[in-house]
Nanobody, 120 residues
Framework: VQLQASGGGLVQAGGSLRLSCAASDPINRINVMGWYRQVPGKERELVALITTDDRKKYADSLKGRFTISRDNAKNTVPLEIHDLQPEDTGVYFC???????????????WGQGTLVTVSS
């Protein structure tokens, strides 16, 4: 499966963004889809995951400002981010998982990432 992340850009602190992940395969056949991010100086970290039956998992430190969903009609997985802060600056990657037990997947695919820059 190929993944295309989009929607990143430059935003002021306190602003919002809507990222989108488009998949080449039907997303209702992808066990788990999600978003990860890599901020400067840190390793890639989980942001949010969503299953085909709409169960969601968020990173504990990011709960409340991030919302993941599935748009089966558009075959995309949006990520809405509110109250953006400078520490949210980084590259946001789309992820697709197959062969999953709950949220842990044996096979994973990655998109190229979209850059989010938050100015103070």
């Amino acid at each position: 499966v190929q993944l295309q992340a989009s929607g990143g850009g430059l935003v002021q602190a306190g602003g919002s963004l809507r990222l989108s992940c488009a998949a080449s395969d039907p997303i209702n056949r992808i066990n788990v889809m999600g978003w990860y991010r890599q901020v400067p100086g840190k390793e890639r970290e989980l942001v949010a995951l969503i299953t085909t039956d709409d169960r969601k998992k968020y990173a504990d430190s990011l709960k409340g400002r991030f919302t993941i969903s599935r748009d089966n009609a558009k075959n995309t997985v949006p990520l809405e981010i509110h109250d953006l802060q400078p520490e949210d600056t980084g590259v946001y990657f789309c992820n697709a998982g197959f062969g999953c037990a709950d949220f842990d997947c044996f096979s994973q695919y990655w998109g190229q990432g979209t850059l989010v820059t938050v100015s103070s």
